[in-house]
């Protein structure tokens, strides 16, 4: 059982940064592909990016490629989205999730068993 705590949502100007965190608790935190997904109102929840176990390899939505950078520590059981040039678009709740057996950047939510309670991103214009 992995338990996920998202921290670092909150409000933004437009052209802003935020850095998320997500601390999870147990001993196996090294063996679990970590990713972020979000959900604006009124719409699907959608894959943010995501790392693999080893943090070799990483997936990034189309949308945020190149202004979204995901990281983790395993040292600290804790998995990180830096998010830079938030636009309108990116207002929506950040959530973190796990899981042991998925394929990083598995789009479907429900691949990956592990969720956190989701922050919430607004960002002001």
């Known amino acids: 059982q992995v338990q996920l705590v998202e921290s670092g949502g909150g409000l933004v100007q437009a052209g802003g940064s935020l850095r998320l965190s997500c601390a999870a608790s147990g001993r196996t935190f090294s063996s679990y592909v970590m990713g972020w997904f979000r959900q604006a109102p009124g719409k699907e929840r959608e894959i943010v990016a995501a790392i693999s176990w080893s943090g070799s390899a990483t997936y990034y939505a189309d949308f945020v490629k190149g202004r979204f950078t995901i990281s983790r520590d395993d040292s600290k059981n804790t998995v990180y989205l830096q998010m830079n040039s938030l636009s309108a678009e990116g207002a929506a709740v950040y959530y973190c999730?796990?899981?042991?057996?998925?394929?990083?950047?598995?789009?479907?939510?429900?691949?990956?068993?592990?969720w956190g309670q989701g922050t919430q991103i607004t960002v002001s214009s």
């Open positions: 999730t796990a899981d042991r057996t998925v394929v990083a950047g598995a789009r479907s939510p429900s691949t990956y068993s592990y």
